[in-house]
């Protein structure tokens, strides 16, 4: 089966190169640390920047050529070697902007880690990472994935405790309890997915029970879990908003702008599970023909869904879709809502990752309710990734590059930066119209998709008289209303930083602001230039790189994928869907900035200093179920109490009886024997155990001196790190 396999495949060096470059980098700025700092700092530009290039050709040899792998086959899990590198269109899509952000970050690492403690142990962990985040996508195997996503998790803790501040203690330490308890949920789908599939690769067996069976809640609970921690989906978000102002902005650039979508990539592996296979809209002998789309406004296409929707296991994976689609609205909106009301700019950006990534799932579970017709969900999700880590990503690089020159990122505390810092409000504000989803900007774009995608679930609901019909429209108004509250709360972080008059008391500290250096605003700079060329040339996007991609999947109808690439977006019908939200945004704004905008006294609540009760709060109710978790083993104190008292009795009493015995007979028995039999016995005892031994010590003298390197090495890296 292995050789067969291969055949299809095309071998590569690329894949090793992706993964080796970073990890010699790191070892490179180890080596070279604070005494040769600037050879340091170019040794990572360098080393991201060729990585970079290996992603971009790696991309391009994917998309020709076909999957490509690089196997050692040491090994094997089921029927498949695990450990091995084998990168298809998705993975390569996902690697590609990985490093693209990578790269941006650090330049922008170059001159903003000048004012930071132990900077060489920040370059060493911030390229480990990449190589470990990379790694993730560059394989075809849940158990290789997860090892992958393991180390990049523990390894970014690095980074987000990098200020050993009390806040980034506390940030890291809830980073790393939801890091583990992820994990564990991941790994525990994953063996319940071998045991359903037979295999622990992202593609079943046409005949494994996973397919064919029953829905497996268990497992797919336990795997959308797991990587839903990463991906910030609510309710296991709580980790995001501490951990990504604790950070230094670079890395939660990175947090922000490619880890997050390590979780959603897992889950969408999860989901594409049920895709792979042919039969999975074939299996009726139908032919699925969706003519229309709703977003055209017609239905005809639609009403063939019902009898895709007639197998057991499409109706299962459309319950999946819809179940997504319900976290993903409730990710999207609690983001929004908690983000309107922050001060602080980065915590302010980490809510909105939050509900951005809403956005991502919502795309996701649009797939799995349409099933075989889900091309235009797929496409939508995988183009708000790459638009999300470009925009998200330069938020938080021109966020650094607020603090290095303001030192301040209460953004009622600033104002009129933009006569300051006028590069980095240019690039601020291209992203801000991108995240905003303004018509020419790259969240234009991929909201117009994802709503198309929705209208197209409603459609199909709606033509099979599905009950969930009216849950789909009331996701479609969430959307709608989400992204209204998203341009309000950029519009008000874009006014209070950068163009409101600084208040008298904060004045005097903002008219010695500068402009950041060169090689922050060059990281800025890529990113922002990403987000206008994915939001002027969209065609060229959805035909090269977005559609591709989304043909892989076998199991997605191909006309409907032809469809979702020559989608027009520049169209009246599409542009008048951002009047609503845009409506409702400058509202809210107006609402709550009106005493700035017009020079008045503030009368009634301020709804962006609003704060919300302690009991909405998730943390709120973790720490009530962990108290409550501790409190359970002494609920039965009082009954326990007595048998308590007699265990404790007894074991004093026989303790007693046992030194009794020892001190009046068995030491007089072992005194009066001479001391030449006892020092006999010691002797032969010896020899019988030394021969016994010797030859077992030499049969796993190769182990032993295995752990014994291990603990060494160990011990060197901590060493390592302490010094770093």
């Given amino acids: 089966m292995e050789v067969e396999k291969t055949t299809e495949l095309v071998f590569s060096i690329l894949p090793t190169l992706a993964l080796g470059l970073p990890i010699l980098g790191a070892a490179a700025a180890a080596f070279a640390g604070e005494r040769r700092a600037r050879l340091r700092n170019w040794l990572v530009v360098a080393s991201s920047g060729l990585t970079l290039l290996v992603a971009i050709l790696m991309l391009a040899r994917v998309f020709s050529s076909g999957t490509v792998y690089f196997n050692l086959d040491i090994m094997r899990i089921g029927d498949r070697f695990v450990g091995n590198l084998e990168v298809d269109a998705l993975g390569a899509f996902f690697a590609f902007f990985a490093a693209v952000v990578w790269f941006a970050a650090s330049l922008h690492a170059f001159k903003y880690m000048d004012h930071e403690q132990k900077r060489t142990r920040f370059f060493f962990f911030m390229l480990l990472t990449e190589a470990a985040t990379l790694g993730v996508f560059m394989v075809q195997d849940f158990f290789t994935l997860y090892l992958f996503f393991e180390a990049m998790g523990l390894m970014a803790y690095v980074l987000v405790v990098h200020s050993e501040t009390a806040k980034a203690r506390a940030a890291a330490t809830k980073y790393i309890v939801m890091t583990i308890i992820g994990g564990l949920s991941l790994l525990a789908g994953i063996f319940l997915y071998l045991g359903y599939s037979g295999t622990i690769g992202f593609v079943p067996p046409v005949e494994s029970v996973w397919l064919t069976g029953s829905f497996k809640v268990v497992a797919l609970v336990c795997l959308i879990a797991g990587f839903g921690v990463k991906a910030g989906m609510v309710p296991l978000h709580v980790w995001l908003p501490d951990a990504h102002p604790a950070a230094p902005s670079p890395a939660s650039a990175l947090l922000s702008g490619v880890m997050i979508k390590v979780g959603a990539y897992g889950i969408l592996r999860t989901v594409l599970t049920f895709f792979q296979q042919p039969p999975l809209h074939e299996a009726e002998g139908h032919v699925v023909e969706t003519a229309s789309h709703a977003a055209e406004g017609a239905a005809h296409g639609a009403a063939q869904g019902v009898a895709h929707g007639a197998s057991s296991l499409a109706t299962n994976v459309q319950t999946l879709g819809l179940i997504i689609i319900g976290f993903a609205v409730l990710t999207m909106f609690v983001g929004m809502i908690l983000a309107l009301v922050q001060r602080d700019i980065k915590r302010t950006l980490a809510y909105s990752s939050v509900s951005q990534m809403g956005y991502i799932l919502f795309g996701v579970g649009c797939l799995g ?54 590069i980095t409000t240019i690039f601020w504000s291209i992203s801000a119209l991108g995240i905003m989803g303004i018509v020419f900007f790259n969240g234009f774009v991929s909201k117009t998709l994802l709503h198309h995608a929705i209208l197209e679930s409603h459609v199909l609901a709606e033509s099979g008289h599905l009950a969930s019909a009216g849950w789909i429209k009331a996701a479609e108004i969430i959307f709608i209303i989400t992204s209204g509250g998203t341009i309000a709360y950029i519009t008000k972080m874009t006014y209070y930083t ?224 302490k010094l770093l």
């Fill in 498 to 721: 950068f163009f409101r008059r600084p208040r008298e008391e904060d004045a005097g500290h903002i008219e010695h602001v500068k402009e950041a250096p060169l090689w922050m605003l060059a990281g800025m700079g890529i990113l922002a230039a990403g987000v206008l060329f994915n939001g002027l040339f969209p065609g060229l996007l959805l035909g090269k790189l977005i559609a591709p991609t989304v043909e892989t999947v076998h199991g997605l109808d191909p006309e409907l994928v032809e469809h979702m690439a020559n989608t027009h977006i520049f169209i009246w019908a599409n542009i008048k869907e951002i009047m609503v939200p845009l409506a409702i945004g400058i509202s809210i704004f107006i609402l709550g900035a009106w005493p700035d905008l017009f020079g008045l006294k503030r009368r009634g609540p301020d709804i962006f200093a609003m704060r919300l009760p302690r009991w909405l709060g998730v943390d709120y109710w973790y720490v009530r179920v962990a108290r409550a978790s501790l409190a359970l083993p002494f609920m039965g104190h009082r009954a326990y109490e007595p048998v308590k008292d007699q265990v404790v009795k007894g074991m004093k009493a026989g303790a007693g009886g046992t030194v009794q015995l020892v001190r009046d007979v068995i030491y007089p028995s072992l005194t009066s024997k001479p001391l030449g039999w006892v020092r006999e016995n010691s002797l032969q005892l010896y020899g019988d155990a030394r021969s016994r031994l010797m030859p077992r010590l030499r049969e796993y003298q190769g182990d032993i001196a295995v752990g014994a390197l291990v603990i060494a090495v160990s011990l060197t890296m901590f060493l390592i790190m």
């Fill in 369 to 422: 309710f349409l099933g075989a017709e889900g091309g235009m969900g797929m496409g939508g999700s995988l183009y708000h990734i790459m638009n999300h880590a470009f925009f998200k990503g330069c938020f938080f690089l021109a966020a650094g590059a607020i603090v290095f020159c303001a030192h301040e990122l209460d953004m009622f505390k600033l104002g009129g930066l933009w006569r300051r810092m006028p």
